[in-house]
């Protein structure tokens, strides 16, 4: 906890404004795609003629928050070694918490983003679903499945250093083609498939579910994606734990 604090107050270490850019860059985000998309674009999700003017820019932002969390972490995943070498060769340190630390981290930011997304979606529509509360059990099988990756490339980028410019490319490609910027339903029924094989797809289609549309959980398909994750998750840390042994033979 003391590391994952200092992980967020040293981002912003030496600004004017210091913590409070957390705040006001999802503001300044949620704000810009509400601007483009609602009145530039007139774009629309396409659920029907009650559909308000900004409920696209709301809808939109719940994918960029699911998959910013994902991201962040994985992206930072490959270098958390390289950048700690102190910890690896001059004390004893356990180096499995270093994901879990930049977890940590994406969390707050993802929580104060989510903070926005409810604030704006109670001054557009004068109401919160009280679905809400399922959020966080519809986000931690993304928690552990991304942990999981997190170890892997953590691991991996010690051995491998083009892993980290890797990473950066794959998690880019499946912002777009995860639901992020469209709905599942403008893709023809034959790709649909591919789409739904993005681990991103499922999470960001049920924090809309309980977020937006003020429906319930898939708990079948919850229960499945955490038997997954949790695979996910335990084979990476085994796999962190094997290979760290020759980490301060290659640094």
């Keep these: 906890m003391q590391m994952t604090r200092r992980e967020v107050v040293g981002r912003y270490k030496g600004s004017v ?3 409070a850019w ?4 999802p503001v300044f985000m949620l704000t810009v795609y509400t601007f483009v998309f609602s009145f530039v674009f ?3 999700w396409g659920t029907g003629g009650d559909e308000s003017r900004t409920q696209f ?6 994918g960029m928050i699911v998959h910013g969390l ?8 490959p270098g958390l070694i390289l950048s700690n070498v102190n910890y690896v060769k001059k004390v004893v340190f356990p180096l499995e918490i ?3 630390i930049s977890m940590g981290a994406a969390l707050f930011h993802g929580l104060v983003s989510l903070g926005v997304l409810l604030v704006a979606f109670f001054l557009f529509n004068g109401f919160v679903h009280w679905t809400v509360l399922f959020a966080p059990l519809v986000m931690l099988p993304l928690v552990m499945l991304t942990l999981g990756l997190a170890w892997m490339f953590a691991s991996m980028g010690v051995f491998l250093r083009d892993v980290g410019q890797t990473i950066n490319i794959i998690t880019m490609v499946m912002m777009f083609l995860a639901p992020v910027f469209y709905p599942i339903t403008a893709l023809p029924e034959k790709y649909r498939p591919w789409l739904m094989a993005n681990p991103l ?3 960001i289609e049920q924090m809309r579910a309980v977020l937006i549309w003020g429906q319930m959980p898939n708990w079948t398909g919850l229960a499945l994606y955490t038997l997954v994750a949790t695979v996910v998750a335990w084979a990476g840390y085994a796999w962190f734990q094997k290979t ?8």
Excluded: H
């Design 98 to 100: 270093l994901p879990v």
């Design 57 to 62: 820019a709301v809808v939109l932002f719940v």
């Design 42 to 44: 007139k774009a629309r």
């Design 17 to 19: 404004m210091g913590m």
């Design 70 to 77: 994902f991201a962040e972490v994985l992206n930072r995943s």
């Design 22 to 25: 957390s705040f006001f860059n």
């Design 244 to 251: 760290r042994k020759g980490f301060s033979d290659v640094l």
């Design 201 to 203: 797809t499922f999470i």
